[in-house]
């Protein structure tokens, strides 16, 4: 049981949380034909589109209705509307999803009443989906604004159960924020395995995976298609991933009445053993021996691994979900967690994390806590590099914004392969900091090595 | 807006020193400098983006953003502004409002202990205190805080009152300099004056490219007092009104901080480049012609005239072989500003084609450049959509692009070669043995055999094609051997 510690200070200096627009953003990027739009000043967008396109490497479709500020006394209304359509004209999206920001949230509008205004003065928006989601950056952080905007969507296209749906041999899979597109193809891949076919929303696995299409896309390229979001009523089980997709799950569950399971996380052995045979009793199915295989060496890389990670002391800084994660991976494969910082208070699951306490704070408290603490290596985010350097530890980058090395869409953290891969990676990075022995080590010991030896 | 920064914005809008806005009519001087932002068609920065760019390279001061999390938290050490010795400024900080700080207005207490702690903490020269569009909307009265702040704790706390809606990157920047004008220049003597002394504004530094330069002036003699803002120390800037000369770089956006330096302290000024050989020499040329104007010893200019004699003749030398290897390769250029002509020349006397060039950033006498250069209007490309430039790219139309960071998957989906020439870059551009490494980029981006591969069609599509398997499927090697 760790306590939990709020950071009183006024200020953030240099800061962990990543706003929750932006996480809202990254969920509609895993919509197919999707073009996210922020309400708000053109900065929101401009700052938050840099910081993904650096992460991803990738164009990012993302828009703003760029509020000034006679628009925000007035009511942005026209703003909105203007957006929808030359983003409609232009770009030809099947769906815009609505992130609000703290200015025009400070403000305060009547969004629903807005849309349907606009709704209603321009019909040929019809078959287009506009989902608004409210995600003020005051409140929250990451994994909010993308919970959220996953509720959003629900709540806007799953059709409810009827007696008219018929089931097939269909999963919903909400993944969490800290899920990467490696992740969820390798979920894919299991699934269908066992003959099952998967809904997943947002699907980042398509569009945020970084690839060369075919020809110049202006909006994603890739993700969830609607159709499939509207008839999630049909599927067997639903899969949530990460305690911050609860509140959609759970509206899912009440629309369809599909049974949820939720898993923390799917990395580690025991986490992936548990989908394992889930979805073997859910498809009737065996585990195909591809798995079984991966199982035994995941067993394999954990043998050769935690002489690694035993005894090793680290200092970790994220969101909740990924937080836990993390926390729990390195102390079962024992590891000491000596400093946890977290983005937010928002998770249960924090006082589980086998620690002393978790703090609510910022990159500073981090550094603040090592510096008292000094430990074998640093866990958290690109921005965590400042501290890295004054501090002389190595720092495994994890979560998002992950800006200064490549192929962040492609670290595998999930099931058998990805928890292998984990243990190799940080495996690795201990193993560059090799201490070669000298005799100034064994100062302190009983026997007197300066002796000449008797034998030459 | 308050009356105050209405008042301001207003008094901007209105430059004698840009040709531009003297040849504007009164009413469209008011609108200001740049289009009126399309919403759902629009991908710029804000005006608090803006006053960031300018101030926040200010090495040894403290940069506190009053307002919620966002913005301050998507942009912070985001930058390649190097530093030579104090890191202040890579701090992000924040007041990072909450709801409850909106709601019960507790925002300008918090900033005040914000102000507090962080003078305590870093004990820096000064602090710079952002003001976004939140607490602008809510009628946080950030200056009288720092009044407030820079009374108790007894040193500078400046307010930089630009929030984001109030207009583009080229309002904040603007705002920034104005701020440093009505806040810090003239505000601390110097220690040593000396008649050689310049301040180069506009000047970042990005990947060190100051340090690019500054030695070819060390040899001249030519000490940089201050750069507005590259490598920069508070007090540096405020005790920049001593020095003799001001260069301005990168394209006016700092003009009214150029022109009111010359109003108030007869500093006189000029516009300049140190990309391409021509434009450094042009720049070398003038510093010393009004250093000397403004009483250094008259032999600055044949010394200057023997370095740039020697400097281009080793330039020129070291191109050599690249010519050879580069003649006849087609450049698009889609950037702004000064880089869109500066360095045209230079490619083009190493034998590259610039096919096209865009200006939608680039002032008059900006385009009056690239016209000389380039001949006609017809490889000034104003504003393309990325798919046009994709479609172009994809046919051929040029063998590599030089654009910024967030144009570079154009070229890259296109499977065309692509060098980074903007902000966000990691390389040094600037100055004779800058151009030379950007050409070093260009070959060895042209010449990597990575792109044949990548151009290679896959083995599912038209005009794949391998002997090897080709020969264990042909029937007539079968047929002959069953024959025999």
């Not at chain 2, 909106?102 to 900033?111: A, Q």
């Not at chain 2, 307010?159 to 920047?173: C, D, Q, R």
């Not at chain 2, 507005?228 to 800037?237: K, L, P």
């Not at chain 2, 010394?303 to 010519?323: G, Q």
């Amino acid at each position: 049981m760790s306590i939990i510690v709020e950071n009183k200070r006024p200020e953030s200096i240099n800061p962990l949380k990543v706003s929750q627009p932006l996480g809202a953003a990254l969920a509609f990027l895993g919509i197919d034909k999707a073009i996210p739009l922020f309400h708000g000043s053109q900065g929101c967008t401009s700052f938050a589109l840099v910081l993904a396109v650096r992460h991803f490497k990738e164009t990012i479709p993302l828009q703003t209705t760029a509020m000034n500020e006679v628009s925000t006394i007035l009511g942005g209304h026209n703003h909105l509307e203007e957006a929808i359509l030359n983003l409609t004209a232009r770009v030809d999206p099947r769906f815009i999803g609505i992130a609000s920001t703290a200015l025009v949230e400070t403000r305060g509008e009547d969004y629903v009443g807005a849309l349907k205004e606009i709704r209603a003065k321009n019909p040929d928006l019809a078959h287009r989906q506009i989902t608004f989601v409210s995600t003020p950056d005051y409140n929250g952080a990451l994994e909010d604004g993308w919970a959220n905007a996953v509720t959003a969507i629900i709540d806007d296209v799953v059709i409810p159960w009827s007696t008219a749906v018929t089931s097939f041999q269909q999963i919903n899979i909400l993944p969490g924020v800290h899920q990467t597109a490696a992740d969820i193809e390798a979920l894919r891949d299991i699934v269908e395995s066992f003959g099952l076919y998967p809904v997943i929303l947002p699907d980042i696995s398509s569009s945020l995976d970084g690839h060369v299409p075919e020809n110049w896309m202006t909006t994603t390229m890739g993700g969830t298609r609607l159709e499939e979001v509207a008839h999630m009523a049909r599927s067997a089980h639903t899969i949530a991933i990460g305690e911050h997709m609860r509140k959609p799950a759970d509206l899912l569950e009440s629309l369809t009445g599909i049974p949820t399971s939720l898993f923390p996380d799917i990395t580690g052995i025991s986490a992936s053993d548990r989908l394992m045979a889930l979805l073997s009793r859910i498809s009737g199915k065996s585990i195909p021996q591809r798995y079984r295989r991966q199982r035994s060496q995941l067993l394999d890389a954990m043998l050769d691994g935690h002489f690694y990670f035993g005894g090793k002391k680290v200092a970790i800084a994220a969101d909740p979900d990924l937080l836990v994660t993390l926390a729990r991976f390195f102390h079962n494969m024992g590891a000491t967690i000596s400093v946890a910082v977290s983005s937010t208070s928002h998770s249960p699951l924090l006082k589980d994390i086998p620690t002393e306490k978790v703090i609510i704070g910022d990159l500073t408290d981090f550094e603040d806590a090592v510096r008292d603490n000094p430990v074998d290596m640093l866990i958290t985010h690109s921005h965590g590099r400042q501290a890295s350097e004054r501090l002389g530890i190595p720092l495994l980058r994890v979560g998002f914004p992950i800006f200064d090395r490549i192929g962040n869409a492609h670290n595998l953290t999930l099931g058998y392969q990805g928890t292998q891969n984990l243990i190799f990676r940080i495996a690795n990075l201990f193993l560059e900091k090799t201490h070669h022995p000298k005799p100034a080590d064994f100062e302190d010991s009983s026997a007197d090595i300066s002796k000449e030896p008797l034998y030459a | 807006m308050d009356n105050r920064l209405k008042a301001k914005v207003v008094s901007l809008f209105d430059e004698p020193a840009c040709a531009k806005n003297v040849a504007k009519g009164k009413k469209e001087r008011r609108k200001g400098c740049g289009k009126p932002l399309t919403p759902g068609a629009t991908a710029g920065g804000c005006a608090f983006d803006g006053s960031k760019i300018v101030l926040q390279p200010i090495t040894d001061a403290i940069h506190i953003v009053h307002g919620p999390l966002a913005c301050e938290g998507n942009g912070w050490d985001s930058r390649q502004s190097a530093s030579s010795g104090p890191t202040l400024y890579r701090n992000g900080i924040t007041t990072d409002l909450t709801q409850m700080d909106i709601i019960m207005g507790t925002g300008e207490k918090r900033l005040y202990k914000a102000i507090r702690n962080a003078a305590e903490r870093f004990n820096p020269p000064a602090i710079f205190v952002y003001v976004t569009c939140v607490p602008a909307l809510i009628g946080d009265d950030v200056e009288a805080v720092c009044k407030h702040a820079a009374q108790k704790l007894g040193l500078p706390v400046i307010p930089v009152n630009s929030p984001g809606f109030i207009g583009t990157k080229n309002l904040g920047n603007k705002l920034a300099g104005e701020t440093l004008l009505d806040h810090v220049i003239g505000t601390v003597e110097p220690d040593d004056s000396g008649d050689t002394d310049i301040n180069i504004i506009g000047e970042y530094n990005l990947s060190g490219e100051l340090w690019q330069i500054k030695p070819l002036l060390k040899q001249l003699g030519i000490r940089v007092h201050t750069c507005m803002t590259g490598d920069s120390r508070y007090r540096d800037i405020a005790s920049a009104h001593r020095s003799r000369v001001n260069m301005m770089v990168c394209s006016a956006a700092l003009i009214n901080l150029a022109r009111k330096m010359e109003e108030r302290w007869g500093i006189p000024f000029f516009e300049g480049s140190f990309y391409g050989i021509e434009e450094t020499s042009r720049s070398l040329r003038k510093i010393a012609e009004l250093l000397v104007k403004r009483g250094a010893s008259a032999d600055l200019i044949a010394k200057t005239e023997a370095l740039i004699a020697r400097e281009e003749k080793r330039c020129w030398e070291k191109l050599e072989p690249y010519r050879q290897r580069l003649q006849g390769k087609r450049v698009f250029l889609y950037t702004g500003g000064v880089k869109s002509w500066s360095i045209v020349s230079a490619l083009q006397q190493t034998g590259i084609e610039i096919v096209g060039t865009s200006v939608r950033k680039s002032t008059e006498t900006d385009k009056e450049k690239i016209k000389k250069l380039m001949g006609s209007d017809a490889h000034m490309i104003e504003k393309i959509p990325p798919r046009e430039i994709y479609n172009r790219l994809k046919s051929d139309e040029a063998d590599i692009m030089l654009s910024g960071g967030r144009t570079q998957f154009i070229a890259l989906k296109a499977k065309i070669p692509w060098v980074d020439i903007n902000q966000e870059r990691h390389k040094a551009y600037a100055g004779y043995d800058g151009i030379l490494a950007l050409v070093q980029d260009i070959d060895c981006a042209l010449s990597n055999p990575v792109w044949q591969e990548i151009r290679q069609p896959a083995p599912w599509e038209e005009g794949w094609s391998s002997p090897e398997i080709d020969s264990l499927f042909d029937d007539d090697h079968l047929f002959s051997e069953r024959a025999s």
